[in-house]
């Protein structure tokens, strides 16, 4: 069947400072790719410490807080919009738990992980902080207006 305009739904990826550090970049992007979900935006971008105390708001009472924000700032990121349908659980699927070591293999983070302080990837958990945090993370005219050559999206 085609897949309803409604069902699309975009996910703000993120490749932690870990995961650039350790050139992983391709190799995850590689995997989105694969999936068969469309790329809306991309670029590597050295966070400032504001953007990422807003982006982890919920967590900023957790006592891991300081030291997340300290690793979120700590070298350039690569941030992400992709999109399709189902695309956010989907994509938390492909990352994986949170705690590496619980990841599943065949996860991004089951892969090529072994600590929740250094989990590589960051994937929204709702639609609707999908769009909240690509609002948060891209500027006007970043995001890309294109169809990929697939489409309309068949199942
Ligand atoms: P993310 O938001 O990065 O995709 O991760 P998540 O939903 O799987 O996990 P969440 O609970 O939202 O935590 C956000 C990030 O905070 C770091 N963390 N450290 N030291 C700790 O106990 C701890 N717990 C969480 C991780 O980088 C986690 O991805």
Redesign the pocket.
Known sequence: RIVASSEIEQSYIMI?PDGVQRGLVGEIISRFEKKGFLLKGLKLFQCPKELAQEH?KD?NE?P?FP??IE?ITSGPVVCMAWEGAGVVASARKL?GA?NPLQAEPGTIRGDLAVQ??R?V???S?SPDNGKREIALWFKEGELAQWESVQSPWLI
């Open positions: 932690k982890y967590l957790r891991f030291k997340l690793y990352i949170t929740t302080g989990n990837i960051h994937g958990d």
